[in-house]
């Protein structure tokens, strides 16, 4: 599942950005404050962060920048939820109709959970637009049922915390939304997207996090999953991959590379932002220098430089 555009971004546990006393108040600060601590870990969507835009990464992981709930990312979030508690019944009684009747207790949970989602449809008193929100909710639901069979899949794992340390001393982290075990062994990853398909040129850069699942599956548990599949519920399509070890490798390559730029990055103060045309939907405008805008005092140590070579 994993923060990516179509749900909800919040900091990754162990990314750097804690969620833990620092973060509510506690010993290590004072009511409310946010304590900045250095990356300790990476997951895909931190990595996605920091190859978009380094400063988005900073805000995200070392300052921890508050960001506003969208509608889009918070209804990923809730069909995500109703698709895993759908496993919970028996396989005869996992059918659309079913699902759809989740949908408005998995909402009351969530808000119940994370009270900020309330602001959403605040000017919304008649509840039109809601309705229209949970609507969508529930087409998203029931094309799923147009590309998978549940009532032929007992997964193995939901929403499948997973973390290993490299030999480099490298930790990654993620949380898998599925996981199917064939009766032979083969290991399948499933991740579900509300949003749609990319394009065919675009398709290697939706795959990396599922390569990023697979490295870790792999370096836990010595296999190499049989196939890594993403279902795109907004447009009705299903991208497959096999990987094997040589991809795996590459992708282990490049994130002890781009670790190392998080590292450097960290340690001499230095985030750079990156425009693209997703600035338009970044909630850090107000602190960015690309529109006017100054960042926060850097709140980690600087690296002092070292003496210049003669």
Known sequence: MDSSIDEAVTPDAGDGAGTGPAASGGPDGAAGERVAVAPVSLSPSRAGDFMQC?????????????????EAATRGTLVHAVLERLFDAPAGERTAPRAKALIPGQWDRLRESRPELTELFADDPEGERLAGWLAEAERLVERWFTLEDPTRLEPAERELFVETELDSGLRLRG????????????????????????????????LFQMKF???????????????LQLVYLGSGDVLTYDPVPADLERVERRLHALWEAIRQ???????????TKLCGWCDHRAHCPEFGGTPPPYPLPVRAPGPRAE
Do not use: H, M, N, Q
């Open 265 to 275: 990055a960290t340690e001499t103060g230095d985030w750079r932002p990156r425009p």
């Open 213 to 227: 699942y697979a490295l870790v599956v792999w370096r836990l548990k010595g296999i190499v999953p049989r196939r």
């Open 54 to 70: 380094p400063l988005l990464y900073r805000f995200r992981v070392i300052d921890r920048l508050p960001e506003k709930p969208s």
């Open 175 to 206: 949380i898998i939304d599925r996981v199917d075990v064939a009766p032979t062994g083969e290991v399948r990853i499933v991740d579900y997207k509300t949003g749609k398909a990319p394009r065919p040129e675009y398709a290697e850069g939706a």
